[in-house]
């Protein structure tokens, strides 16, 4: 979906994990690939979306045009 959405890279792409911070790492790695060159930003996925999805979430957000 990402493919084929065109991002808007104005406003970067976000990563977040549940304790995953390496795999967090690898996926941001492919995505950037795909993305180009863009801001982007790690962060720890907060308690309540931690607490549903479990350790080792990997996930990311944009917006799109």
Do not use: W
């Amino acid at each position: 979906r990402f493919r084929q959405e065109a991002p808007d890279m104005r406003h970067g792409i976000f990563f977040g994990h549940t304790n995953a911070a390496a795999a967090c790492e690898a996926f941001q790695q492919k995505v950037l690939a795909e993305a180009g060159d863009c801001d982007h930003k790690i962060i720890d996925i907060g308690s309540v979306v931690a607490t549903h999805a479990g350790p080792g979430c990997v996930g990311f957000s944009y917006f799109k045009k």
